[in-house]
């Protein structure tokens, strides 16, 4: 390259070396926090943000989303790691990641956009909610029971007990602190708030802890290599069952959804080069592949260091694949500093991160200008906490289907009666099978001693089931009344 190239590109390089850096700071203890919430060793979250920054960060796509460990499939994969065991994990992982190719090879990426948003954001709230009850526990230094009711109903009772255990309240302690220090972090000054709040929340609570000699839980250690275990034979033959393959398909569906939802979002925070969906989905799919093989966590699209990366001013990819190698410096060069991490504080980030995934504010507006799609977010979310994410998830999308049908079947019937002579009736707009009841409803009710003209030219839409009954209705009619009933033909045939 000339020397007028490089110089050209410096300013470039600055910046990404510098949206590096936040980058990284930003990602160190949540991909810790995920990996301990998510029931596996500390040190598999890192691995997983290295492969987002290594693997899929070179790939092309969408050039300044960053990828790693989401908080949004945290309670799916401690449903998985404990139903199937961490060795099966990675085979999830791993078919997860090669449906995601395959879907983008396909050029499917695009489809999920036609996903609703209100089912996605439900499904976001959902695991929110999970999230929140789950990691109140750990903040209490409890257990936390296994299914999202038994979290929500055993809430009260680990309260109290813990107002009662000087150890439980030791981590309560800095568990609020580490919220206070997130939700404060923002109004400090610009000086300060170059240091990512997570950073400072995680260190803060770790001074404290040392300084004050706290008796509190901190991250146990393994060291990067005992960690990554690649599937083996007998966890292959794991991913036979229906739970297995279910729990494939969810991790495919949410995790793709996630990102390019994450794409679009990130999309309107800079003006540079749009995501390109096919190939972003590829992207994915291809870090997701390596940390199966590698026997880590599933990689999402995450839309807070995503948005990080572009808010310190990154311009190429070149900024993320730089947060993975120091992510993979500091996983190979300083393990140890992760056991001085306090899991109430890791427990406090989460919990925040999973109050941002709730949209209290945006579920009021919602309901007040669209209820069914508030209806819809709400029994997505309620279902995921009450069930399952998968069932949750199908649910809702069941929910948006039927909404759309219903929305698409828009009838509306205009009857004109002067009193005398012929009663008009006028249909329009789309008439479908789940009409049916109104229209014949509505027709029966007209006068039998006295002529119909049933004008059908404003329908866009004619079923066969609607076709069919309105004929049958026009006979009796005709049998029962002094004429027949004259029917003006649909402007628009199916």
Known sequence: MSGNGLISRAPHLRRDFAASVVVFLVALPLC??????SGVPAELGLVTGIVGG????????????????AAGLTVLVFEAVQEFGLPVLGVIVLVTGVF???????RLGRYFRAI???VVEGMLAGIGLVLIAGQLYPAM??????????????LPRAFLHAFGDGRALASLAVCAGTVAVLILWRRTLAKVRAVPGPLAAVVLAALAALLLDLPVATVEVSGLLDSVRPPTTSALAGLASAGAIGTVIAFTLIASAESLFSAAAVDRLHDGPRTAYDKELIAQGAGNTVCGLLGALPMTAVIVRSAANVQAGARTKASRVLHGVWLLLFAALLPGVLAWIPLPALAGILLYSGAKLVPVRALGALW????GEALILAVTAVSIVAVSMFEGVLIGLALAVVKTAWEASHLRLEVVDKGAGPVEAHLSGNATFLRLPRILDSLESLPQ?????L????????????????ENWAERHSAAGTEPVRVTAPAHRP
């Open 32 to 37: 810790v926090g995920v990996a301990v919430a």
């Open 54 to 69: 290594l693997v899929t960060g070179l790939m092309r796509g969408s050039s300044l989303q960053v990828s790693g460990p």
């Open 100 to 106: 995601q190719i395959l879907m983008g090879v396909l």
């Open 116 to 118: 609703s948003v209100s």
């Open 141 to 154: 230094a409890a257990r936390a029971p296994d299914s999202g009711p038994a979290k929500l109903a055993g």
């Open 368 to 371: 007040r200008e669209h209820r």
């Open 449 to 453: 001693d006295r002529p119909v003209r």
């Open 455 to 470: 004008d059908l030219s404003g329908l866009h839409h004619l079923d066969h089931a609607c076709r069919t009954a309105l």
